[in-house]
């Protein structure tokens, strides 16, 4: 056995994929990092204090995790659904019936669940411990945005199954973008975007309009907020993610007392 | 017996009963550290917590409420928020005893050693990885994501839900109209997480936990992320039924409890009741004078007689921090006019203490 693990390790294939030995030397270790294109998002060393559990909770690390499952559970739904009014919710239920080993809907529901209440997590723990302070204000901020964007991905899925509790939830929040100041057509100040008479705002072009394209949740919507849901916000959070990850590293690694 | 629980369990978390002790219970455990760190404390009060359940399960009305397959989530979000706390809070507490002694403090003590990233770190994130797997698959096999009746139009269901995630924003809406509650306050809160760096200027406190070292801080955030975010995101799943009512956890969700409406706009109080007038102004900017009045005092007033002694005790007094200091005052006191709008609404009915609905301008 301890052979056929030298012969293979001495082939040029094994070497061209791995170029270090077995990691259990100070050299190894560094190379076993440093040569790796996923693991190079780490220091070689890090503190301590820092990889601790019951210092990180490792809210960041699992809400990463969870970004990765969503993004393969959510590749393989796309095969299986056409975001149109009609075909949606038959979809979804041929989901249930036809596709086998027929989890991906529920891993992809539950884990956007777990989702939100991780980066959640993450947040209050980054309060508790100071982190937010100097010298990493900036990588603060681009977390605030990814959280939006978490959340965002999260309330633009909900609309994909098409039924009762995806269309009258979505309804429920976007009726909220009505009352924007100024640009929604019941919000305060819209009545004063007019001329002679003549109201710019109203319920056909206000900023809820423009969101779902249309006066209400309808096929419009449905594609607006699939391909938000699967390009647009995804793009966008994951661009955030390698800052906030290089970011971690460049203000020092994780926080820790000085 | 039984029932005599139920019933007192649904008097307890009525939205009135249940925010006020949800603010006492946070500052005993804060005040009280000492004791709501220990590690008994947190194993009673899942086996008490467990305990309630397993007594609770069998009941019709609980059950349906509880095991919709999405509201599984909330459940974890309390188990895991209440954990979360208490681990910070036993930290802190232990930090604090640490550095009044003179020591380091936890953080400070192994931060100083560096350790290789692989293995000691890549190990943690692999078991991590594994087990939060194990478990999502586990929940995915045993509980189906729920699918209702095709999407229609015309049949409103009731009550009609914003994703959990947003329900603490649902209970702002009946306080506060949507303008405020759906589109200026979530703004304020993304605006204000922004700035928490820019206006926190302690320099302690930064890598540890700690709670002496940062009180305000940490008050601020528990009654900001654990009341007003997450308790209302559990009142909102669990505890409001058909038109947004209150249902308390044991209560049958009837569809014809209506909550009684006569709240009353704070004009009315003042040109009726105050003034003893029959008849308010037609202008609605006279009319609503006295909200317009108040309303200019608390944003704009108040700051600036606050400003010396806050800006003594946050910024040293030193006037380069203004920005700083006028920046703080308005978002923490947007954040007051929710708690006290909740308050003018349980005590007086009041329903807006600025009410111009010809302009949508509610407050
Ligand atoms: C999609 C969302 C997010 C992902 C994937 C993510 C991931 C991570 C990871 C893996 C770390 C390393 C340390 C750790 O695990 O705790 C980290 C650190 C950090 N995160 Fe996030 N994060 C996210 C959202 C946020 C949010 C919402 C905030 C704050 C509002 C935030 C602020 C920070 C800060 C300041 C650090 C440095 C903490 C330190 O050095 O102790 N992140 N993040």
Redesign the pocket.
């Known amino acids: 056995m301890g052979k056929l693990t030298d012969y293979v390790q001495n082939t040029q294939l094994w070497k061209s994929v791995f170029r270090h030995g077995y990691p259990d030397t100070p050299r190894n270790r560094t190379l076993a990092v440093l040569s790796n294109f996923f693991l190079h998002l780490h220091p070689v060393k890090v503190r301590r204090s820092g990889i601790q559990l019951s210092y990180?909770w490792?809210?960041?690390?699992l809400?990463?995790f969870l970004?990765l499952i969503e993004t393969i559970t959510g590749l393989l739904l796309m095969f299986y659904y056409r975001p149109t009014a009609d075909l949606a919710y038959q979809d979804i239920m041929a989901l249930r019936e036809h596709v086998p080993i027929g989890i991906m809907r529920e891993l992809h529901r539950w884990s956007a669940h777990m989702m939100v209440i991780t980066?959640w997590l993450?947040?209050y723990?980054?309060f508790l411990?100071g982190?937010?302070k100097p010298p990493?204000e900036f990588?603060?901020n681009v977390?605030?945005i990814?959280?939006v964007l978490?959340l965002l991905l999260s309330f633009t899925g909900y609309l994909l199954p098409w039924d009762q509790l995806a269309v009258w939830a979505i309804t429920v929040g976007t009726n909220m973008a009505r009352a924007t100041p100024f640009l929604g057509h019941e919000g305060p100040g819209a009545s004063l975007i007019s001329f002679g008479g003549l109201n710019f705002i109203h319920a056909g072009d206000d900023v809820r309009f423009g969101l779902l394209a249309g006066r209400f949740v309808g096929e419009g919507a449905l594609l607006r907020f699939y391909v938000l849901h699967c390009v647009g916000i995804p793009l966008a959070?994951a661009t955030l993610?390698a800052i906030?990850?290089w970011r971690?590293r460049k203000?020092g690694g994780?926080?820790g007392p000085l | 017996m039984g029932e005599q629980i139920k019933h007192f369990v649904d008097w307890l978390t009525q939205p009135t009963l249940y925010f006020s002790l949800s603010v006492l219970a946070i500052f005993a455990i804060l005040k009280f550290r000492a004791i709501f760190s220990k590690t008994s404390v947190i194993v009673a009060f899942f086996a008490i917590g467990t305990a309630f359940f397993v007594w609770a399960w069998d009941d019709p009305n609980f059950n349906r409420i509880i095991t919709k397959p999405d509201n599984v989530p909330i459940l974890i979000l309390l188990a895991s928020v209440v954990y979360f706390s208490w681990l910070s809070l036993h930290r802190a507490y232990i930090n604090d005893e640490r550095t009044k002694k003179g020591l380091p403090t936890l953080e400070g003590e192994t931060g100083k050693q560096k350790v290789f990233t692989w293995p000691d770190l890549v190990y943690v994130e692999l078991i991590c990885m594994v087990l939060f797997l194990a478990l999502l698959v586990v929940w995915s096999i045993k509980i189906g994501a729920p699918i209702e009746e095709p999407a229609a139009q015309a049949r409103t269901p009731n009550p009609s839900k914003a994703p959990w995630y947003f329900l603490g924003l649902q209970e702002l809406l009946v306080y506060f109209d949507p303008w405020l509650a759906g589109v200026l306050l979530p703004s304020f809160i993304i605006v204000g997480?922004c700035a928490i760096p820019y206006i926190d200027m302690n320099p302690k406190g930064n890598g540890y936990y700690t709670f002496e070292e940062r009180r305000f801080a940490v008050s601020f955030f528990w009654v900001g992320f654990l009341l007003f975010w997450v308790s209302f995101v559990i009142l909102g799943t669990f505890l409001r039924g058909p038109n947004w009512s209150f249902f308390g956890p044991f209560e049958y969700w009837d569809l014809h409890k209506l909550p009684p409406m006569v709240n009353v706009d704070l004009s009315t109080y003042f040109w009726f009741d105050l003034m003893g007038n029959s008849k308010a102004p037609a202008d609605p900017l006279v009319r609503e004078l006295p909200g317009i009045v108040l309303l200019l005092g608390y944003f704009a007033v108040l700051p600036v007689i606050l400003q010396k002694p806050l800006m003594a005790k946050l910024f040293d007094g030193e006037r380069r921090h203004l920005v700083r200091y006028h920046l703080m005052m308005h978002l923490l006191l947007w954040f007051g006019l929710i708690p006290i709008k909740m308050l003018l609404r349980w005590t007086i009915d009041l329903k807006y203490i600025v009410g111009i609905p010809e302009w949508f301008f509610n407050i």
């Open positions: 990180t490792c809210m960041g690390g809400t990463f970004f980066v993450h947040m723990r980054v411990t982190s937010y990493r990588n603060w977390g605030v990814l959280l978490t959070a993610m906030h990850f971690v203000d994780i926080s | 997480l």
